[in-house]
């Protein structure tokens, strides 16, 4: 059972670059998150999807897009990459209803923007 | 004030103490809480939920002070093995549904 799996597992931008995290989930679950994660700050929110079709902003959605493809499939861009967002980024999927389950993450993509 | 705040630590303790974490949340509809771990920058994963009766899962006990707006983990008969980051989530109420994270509490374990 995969669960939530997430690519690339590391990339290395120059500033000005774009690229697409892709992440996919096989669990059936109508909500999904991007977090990015920092030395001292903890997970913070970047954009999730609620449901399939809706996407929204969270603490963090500045220099970046994100993509609801399916119910499966959410996708972040990084449209001109700068070193600030150089982070490791998790992706996380819950059932979605109702806010009491439990979230599932993937294993994380380390980005670093020189 | 964050929404949701952790000591980060570290807490350095010796095999078999007993240790306590708190968290507090500052957004009264808060519904639901949980610990979450995390291991050198692996991805995090349930530790366990947290009921507003208290709940107990081994070594672990969780509880909730609504009145106070925290969370407490307790584990007992530390382990090696419990060296980790400890993380709380809360989770609003009122339709959004939107985890947040604190930014963690580091527990180190030695012999």
């Known amino acids: 059972n995969a669960g939530v799996t997430q690519t690339p597992k590391f990339q290395v931008l120059k500033t000005g670059q774009s690229m697409t995290l892709q992440c996919a989930q096989d669990?059936?679950?109508?909500?999904m998150y991007w977090y990015r994660q920092d030395p001292g700050m903890g997970l913070r929110l970047i954009y999730y999807s609620a449901s399939e079709g809706t996407t929204d902003k969270g603490e963090v959605p500045n220099g970046y897009n994100v993509s609801r493809l399916n119910k499966r499939e959410f996708s972040l861009r990084l449209e001109s990459a700068a070193p600030s967002q150089t982070s490791v980024y998790f992706c996380?999927?819950?059932?979605?209803?109702?806010?009491?389950?439990?979230?599932?993450f993937g294993s994380g993509t380390q980005l670093s923007v020189l | 004030r964050k929404e949701v705040e952790q000591d980060p630590g570290p807490f350095n303790v010796p095999e078999g103490a007993t240790v306590a974490f708190n968290c507090t949340y500052s957004n009264s509809a808060s519904q639901s809480f949980f610990w979450y771990r995390q291991d050198c920058r692996k991805e995090p994963k349930l530790l366990m939920s947290v009921y507003s009766s208290g709940n107990e899962d081994g070594r672990f006990t969780a509880q909730l002070n609504r009145a106070s707006q925290y969370i407490s983990l307790l584990i007992r008969d530390s382990k090696l093995s419990d060296s980790a980051t400890y993380l709380c989530?809360?989770?609003?109420?009122?339709?959004?549904?939107?985890?947040?994270f604190g930014r963690g509490t580091s527990l180190i374990v030695h012999p």
């Open positions: 669990m059936n679950h109508n909500s």
């Open positions: 996380a999927s819950s059932l979605g209803d109702g806010g009491r389950e439990k979230l599932f």
């Open positions: 989530v809360v989770i609003r109420g009122g339709g959004s549904y939107i985890p947040t």
